[in-house]
C-alpha cells in the first residue's frame, strides 16, 4: 500500500513536528505500510491556499493513480474551506484512494463510511471555516479599536506592527509574530523561545499576548 501522508502549517517558523509523527504513526500502526512505501507532502502556508506545492503535488499522484491512502493530521489541516475540504475528499476517492483524518477519526473511501460520517465531515469544515473568518475578523476590529486609542497613535507600535500616520500597519513578520504567539498560548513554546524566535523581550511577548484581540488569537 502506498501512503500519501499531508502535513501544513501556516508559516515556515511553525513546526511540522508533531503532524509528521501523527501521520507516519498512522500508516504504518493501522494501515500496515512499511516506511518506504510513505510519501510525505509538506506546506508551510495557509490553509484556505488551495494552490499551495505540497497539495498540486497530491493531488497530480492522486490523479496518476499513485496513491491508495492519504492521511492528514486533522480537518484543519487540510482546508480552511469546507468547499475546498469537500472538494479534497471527492478527490481522493473518485482516484479510489483511500482518506483518513487521525485526530477526527473519520475516514472516507474505503467502503464503510456511514452517513453520520458525511454529517460530522461537513460539521467540523464548516467550523474550521468559521474559525478562520473569526480570526481574520477579530484581527480586524482589534487594530480598528486599538486605533483609537491615544497610546497607539503616540506610543510604539506593538509586536508585528509598524505605524503610517498613527494607524497600524501589519509588518512583513506579522505571520509569523502570529504563529509564534499561538503557540506560546498553547503551551507549545516558552515565551524566552519566542522572544529568541522573534527578537525581542520576553516582556514584549507578555504585552502582545495582552493584546490578542489585534492577532486574531
Known amino acids: 500500500m502506498t501512503v500519501a501522508c499531508y502535513v501544513r502549517v501556516s508559516t515556515a517558523d511553525q513546526n ?12 504504518q500502526d493501522e494501515l ?5 512505501d510513505i510519501d510525505t507532502y509538506r506546506d508551510k502556508s495557509t490553509g484556505t491556499d488551495t494552490e499551495r506545492r505540497g497539495y498540486r503535488d ?4 492522486l490523479e496518476a493513480g499513485t496513491v491508495d491512502a492519504v492521511v492528514v493530521h486533522e480537518i484543519s489541516r487540510l482546508a480552511r474551506s469546507l468547499q475546498d475540504l469537500e472538494r479534497t475528499v471527492s478527490r481522493v476517492t473518485d482516484a479510489g484512494a483511500e482518506i483518513h483524518f487521525v485526530r477526527d477519526g473519520l475516514v472516507f473511501g474505503d467502503g464503510k463510511e456511514k452517513p453520520m460520517q458525511r454529517l460530522q465531515l461537513q460539521m467540523l469544515g464548516a467550523f474550521a471555516e468559521w474559525e478562520a473568518r473569526v480570526k481574520q475578523m477579530n484581527t480586524r476590529e482589534g487594530i480598528a479599536a486599538r486605533q483609537q486609542n491615544d497610546e497607539y497613535h503616540h506610543g510604539p507600535a506593538p509586536l508585528g506592527f509598524e505605524k503610517d500616520d498613527g494607524r497600524l500597519i501589519e509588518t512583513d513578520t506579522y505571520h509569523e509574530v502570529v504563529a509564534v504567539l499561538d503557540m506560546v498560548q498553547k503551551d ?3 515565551k524566552r523561545k519566542a522572544a529568541g524566535r522573534l527578537d525581542c523581550s520576553r516582556s514584549t511577548i507578555g504585552r502582545a499576548l495582552d493584546r490578542r484581540e489585534l492577532y486574531g488569537l
Open 188 to 190: 507549545e513554546l516558552s
Open 16 to 27: 511540522l513536528d508533531r503532524q509528521l509523527e501523527s501521520t507516519s504513526n498512522y500508516a
Open 32 to 36: 500496515g505500510a512499511a516506511l518506504g
Open 58 to 61: 497530491l493531488v497530480a499522484q
